[in-house]
């Protein structure tokens, strides 16, 4: 799903709704081979996590989900928006193939589908092994399922499957290209002539032929868009792009903006910009990260009126419906993969299947968000122990594949190894996770701390990178008050936030801040003790969005931030 129409001529029906599920406690699933059969289960609304059923609410395992759907005959498209975390999927009792990570889509195309009733069913497994990502223990809840939209598509004879739109930027006129991937659903042999639009302006055509079922990648030759309007912070212009062929076409938006790092600072369209923002879990209440389109328009309502430019899709690939809003609404975003902290060793940061399958995420999280103008950072990974040789190759991999086939776009990493950390050299800006004042010294430390992160950058010879604060903060209990300047009361934490931001931004010149979090999340056990409620209570409203004191302290002060500019 996304926020305007993808495809006018094909065919979609989109099986949200009831399915039938089943849990596989005992994993007999694959051996009684349940894809082969109706299943005899319970009925789930998808796209939801598991989770929220009563007594499922920790349930690591596998699951099955079926379904059944009419259609009309010819070369079937399966896609899934999001499955949490491994899916094996079948037709009709068939394999279609397999998926790994739980936040970015994938899909499967079935040739000579009969027309009929059919069956479709997909084992879910969130548990984990030594080679996940993430890891078992990470700060949010292991959730599991269908997370979004699913639906089956009618291929007919040349189909778009996929569209990336590059352009070079001098001044106002863009020098602008299409890399299109084309399929032949049918089984004959189809000349064809593909044409290529912006804002519904013919700008160029190629004529194609193309054996039964073959696949093949194009790029137009270049063509300029002159005068374009720059896609900016609350100036979202946007761009229709469009490519069609006899039977079918594929529909997305482009924002013109160039994003560039030099001189310790972070140029959008020339102009230096300050990242002042929030680090933002797709999760919500009891929907888990099954988040609702709906509530997605009021978070971003949300931060807009907290004063905040840029949100952290902390801590993998969001929504693409979400980034469809961020790119309609102005606000910039960083997106990441789900490498997250404290979870890997060492050795599983080395082991080189870990950093093939990390490096296979970044691949399907480029593939699919490239064309999105609001993501300006592309997110390597989150506190790894970036302190120790086993992270540089895997930290050296990610960003080469990043700078070369990310677009423009500035690519970074998370780290909490601010005076020790040795991957500095394979990232554009330096972003350092820090808790001073919560798990650390008292806050007013944070001075001392800065120059010594500085001193550190400066000695490796990076004195030159945009230094951002991407994540400090101090957990508050909603509603838990005091007289008193005391840890877990929503004073602290709107202290706290108050004096870091300004020693960060006003004293230190940096050049952005990500408060950790916007809102409280439900974490995992393996977290321990000091997640009281099992929750990651940093946010600065509660998981139903109710403001703590600490939201109105951060909305002055980026206020203020944003005034001085
Ligand atoms: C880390 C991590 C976050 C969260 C935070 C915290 O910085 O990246 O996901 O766990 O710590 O609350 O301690």
Request: net charge neutral.
């Amino acid at each position: 799903m996304r926020l305007f129409l993808e495809h006018t001529k094909r065919q979609i029906n989109l099986l949200d709704g009831a399915w039938v599920f089943k849990c596989d406690n005992n994993k007999v699933g694959e051996i009684e081979k349940w894809y082969d059969s109706k299943l005899d289960g319970e009925t789930i609304i998808v796209p939801s996590c598991w989770n929220n059923k009563l007594g499922m609410l920790k349930y690591e395992g596998v699951c099955y989900y079926q379904k059944e759907f009419y259609f009309v005959g010819g070369t079937l498209r399966i896609n899934f928006g999001a499955v949490m975390t491994y899916a094996k999927v079948y037709l009709d009792s068939a394999y279609l193939g397999e998926h790994y990570g739980g936040f970015t889509a994938f899909d499967f195309i079935v040739e000579k589908v009969a027309e009929g009733y059919h069956t479709l069913t997909v084992m879910v497994d969130n548990s984990f092994n030594e080679i996940s990502i993430p890891q078992k223990k990470v700060d949010w809840a292991h959730y599991g399922g269908i997370t979004r939209s699913v639906s089956v598509e009618l291929l007919n004879k040349i189909t778009i499957l996929s569209n990336k739109f590059d352009y070079r930027l001098t001044g106002n006129n863009a020098k602008c290209s299409f890399t299109v991937k084309l399929y032949n659903a049918s089984n004959k042999t189809v000349s064809d002539k593909i044409k290529f639009y912006v804002n519904g302006e013919k700008m160029t055509e190629i004529k194609v032929t193309l054996e039964p079922n073959e696949y093949k990648t194009l790029k137009t030759k270049s063509f300029k868009v002159e005068n374009v309007k720059l896609w900016d912070v609350n100036k979202p212009n946007l761009y229709s792009v469009s490519i069609e062929s006899s039977t079918d076409d594929l529909f997305d938006r482009v924002g013109f903006r160039k994003v560039e790092v030099k001189s310790k600072k972070i140029y959008l369209n020339g102009k230096a910009i300050k990242l002042l923002g929030v680090n933002r879990h797709e999760e919500v209440g009891d929907l888990g990260m099954a988040f609702p389109p709906q509530l997605m328009y009021r978070d971003v309502d949300i931060i807009k009126d907290l004063n905040c430019n840029t949100i952290r899709g902390s801590h993998y690939p969001n929504n693409p419906v979400f980034v469809d809003i961020l790119d309609e609404q102005g606000m910039t975003f960083w997106s990441e993969i789900p490498v997250w902290g404290c979870g890997f060793s060492p050795e599983t940061l080395a082991d080189e299947r870990v950093i093939a399958r990390g490096l296979k995420m970044h691949q399907e999280m480029v593939e699919q968000y490239y064309n999105h103008p609001s993501i300006i950072i592309w997110g390597m990974h989150n506190e790894i122990e970036s302190q120790k040789e086993e992270s540089v190759n895997m930290t050296k991999t990610f960003y080469n594949y990043l700078k070369e086939n990310g677009g423009n776009r500035i690519v970074t990493y998370a780290s909490n190894h601010a005076l020790t950390d040795i991957c500095y050299e394979y990232c554009d800006i330096i972003c350092i996770n820090q808790y001073t004042g919560w798990y650390g010294e008292d806050y007013h430390s944070w001075d001392k701390a800065v120059e010594d992160i500085y001193s550190y950058i400066n000695s490796l010879g990076y004195g030159d990178k945009p230094v951002v604060m991407s994540e400090f903060g101090a957990a508050a209990l909603y509603g838990y008050h005091t007289f008193d300047n005391v840890k877990w009361t929503e004073e602290y934490q709107a202290n706290l936030l108050t004096y870091s931001i300004d020693c960060f931004m006003n004293k230190y010149k940096m050049s952005g801040t990500y408060v950790w979090q916007f809102s409280d999340i439900r974490t995992c056990e393996e977290m321990g003790l000091n997640r009281a409620r099992e929750f990651n209570n940093k946010g600065i409203v509660n998981e139903y969005r109710k403001p703590k004191l600490a939201y109105s302290a951060v909305k002055e002060i980026y206020g203020k931030i944003n005034r001085i500019k």
